[in-house]
T-cell receptor
Framework: QKEVEQNSGPLSVPEGAIASLNCTYSDRGSQSFFWYRQYSGKSPELIMSIYSNGDKEDGRFTAQLNKASQYVSLLIRDSQPSDSATYLCAVNPGGYQKVTFGIGTKLQVIP | GAGVSQSPSNKVTEKGKDVELRCDPISGHTALYWYRQSLGQGLEFLIYFQGNSAPDKSGLPSDRFSAERTGGSVSTLTIQRTQQEDSAVYLC??????????????FGPGTRLTVT
């Protein structure tokens, strides 16, 4: 079982719709969770961090964490073509252990 | 402030040559990571430095790869006797613990390595 699992996609959504990106992780003791956005040919960029169960909103982005289900998601409201990118989920087990990345989900927002 | 910088941005080398890739992390960041990303693929972890602790080298693909971090700041990734399969973008990231459970990573622009 991979430590951090994501569907590679592509996930296609029409402009203005809600995009839902999902991630599961295997280490039940994980403490920190991150979403990165990577445009083609660019390096990953941190867009959201979440540490506690529940929702965290930042503009059009909402991160959701459910530690009991070992599940973290990212919702993008009012999706725009500029949101088209690969979204990477990352998990830190805690302490000084390394962060582990999922393979990423490619999102395509169709105008 | 200044972000993570990497040099060179592009490197073309002949098979069998050695290469050195440099990473300058964000000032004060205690953790530094190296990743490799082949075209269309995910991030492949290579090595992780945290403060003065022994580095986590579990991702290095072979003994041709090595890395060091001098003075807790600048890091150099060295690939000896390069092979064509080493061609990829090499990404460096740094982070600083802002709390007990915070490890937000900030990435450099990467070095694109092409082995001919």
């Amino acid at each position: 079982q991979k430590e951090v699992e994501q569907n590679s996609g592509p996930l296609s959504v029409p402009e203005g719709a809600i995009a839902s990106l999902n991630c599961t992780y295997s280490d039940r003791g994980s403490q920190s969770f991150f979403w990165y956005r990577q445009y083609s040919g660019k390096s990953p960029e941190l867009i959201m961090s979440i540490y506690s169960n529940g929702d965290k909103e930042d503009g059009r982005f909402t991160a959701q964490l459910n530690k009991a289900s070992q599940y973290v998601s990212l919702l993008i409201r009012d999706s725009q073509p500029s949101d088209s990118a690969t979204y990477l989920c990352a998990v830190n087990p805690g302490g000084y252990q390394k962060v582990t990345f999922g393979i990423g989900t490619k999102l395509q927002v169709i105008p | 402030g200044a972000g993570v910088s990497q040099s060179p941005s592009n490197k073309v080398t002949e098979k069998g040559k050695d290469v050195e890739l440099r990473c300058d992390p964000i000032s004060g960041h205690t953790a530094l990571y190296w990743y490799r990303q082949s075209l269309g693929q995910g991030l492949e972890f290579l090595i992780y430095f945290q403060g003065n602790s022994a580095p986590d080298k579990s991702g290095l693909p072979s003994d041709r790869f090595s890395a060091e971090r001098t003075g807790g700041s600048v890091s150099t990734l060295t690939i000896q006797r390069t092979q064509q399969e080493d061609s990829a973008v090499y990404l460096c990231a740094s982070s600083a613990p802002t709390g007990r459970v915070s490890y937000e990573q900030y990435f450099g622009p990467g070095t694109r390595l092409t082995v001919t």
